[in-house]
């Protein structure tokens, strides 16, 4: 599976748009994108997923670059209990029971 | 609420103990996983189930036993186990490993402590 960067950590004020940057430069074709925020001291929690088309849901979007390189991931208003860690992982489905989680990025919602 | 839940949430125990720790979904999954969580570290994937059958063992030390019974329910069997054993322990399950975009949910973990 492919190597994701993140930056460690970011801020956000409550209610404004969290955006949470990945690169995944070594992507390969068939191999999806995905996100998952642990809050502390509990299970990792999943976002959101795509391949190559922006994807939305409930809680989240996500905007994939045309050439798969980096993703963005968006919380719309964040809110307090948004602060987590926040994981991107490129993950290959064939072996989706390798699941690796890296160091993510530390978001912080602040009022 | 994820629909896989761990009991118990918090366990201490002295390294000449024996006990359990229980996972169990209800989301009609295949497959079950165990992983370990230290301080400060990035999970890691200890025991893969699917379809009851153990898919992976990621070379974990032989004082942790996994069961699974059914594909509803995991078990791992800890005994004398180590002060650097203490970690966060989590549950995961999913639809069916190999499957395109198959999905783990992750219950809320157990936290050990080995005395």
Redesign the interface.
Known sequence: DAKTTQPPSMDCAEGRAANLPCNHSTISGNE?V?WYRQIH??????II?GLKNNETNEMASLIITEDRKSSTLILPHATLRDTAVYYCIALN???????????GTRLQVTL | ETGVTQTPRHLVMGMTNKKSLKCEQHLGHNAMYWYKQSAKKPLELMFVYNFKEQTENNSVPSRFSPECPNSSHLFLHLHTLQPEDSALYLCASSQNPGRTQDTQYFGPGTRLTVL
């Open positions: 999806y995905y001291s509990q299970g990792p929690q999943y997923h489905t064939g072996t989706a029971s390798k699941l690796t989680f890296g160091t």
